[in-house]
């Protein structure tokens, strides 16, 4: 658990700073946008990942691999750029 908290305080200091320069909005609601929206991501994560070992029998790496991937580049990019650091 450790980890993850980490992990998530890491990837917002680095999306703001960093990915989307996002420095003149208000620190706090961005951090409980991004809150939400890494909740929306581990919800995603699971379910598509239940989903595809579960009914599509597939090993649960390969499912792992293929949600991570998707949940990443699409959920977690454009509701980050959009609603967590927009300009």
Known sequence: MHGRHFRSNYG???NRYWVF???????VKQA???????LGSILLNTAGTFAL??????????SKAV???????????YFSKRFVFYA
């Not at 320069?21 to 620190?27: G, R």
């Open 32 to 38: 409980l946008r991004y809150t939400a929206v890494v």
């Open 53 to 62: 070992t579960e009914l599509m029998m597939l090993t649960y790496l390969i």
């Open 67 to 77: 949600v991570a991937l998707i949940v990443g580049f699409t959920y977690s990019y």
């Open 12 to 14: 917002f200091l680095i």
């Open 21 to 27: 320069s996002a420095t003149k909005n208000d620190p």
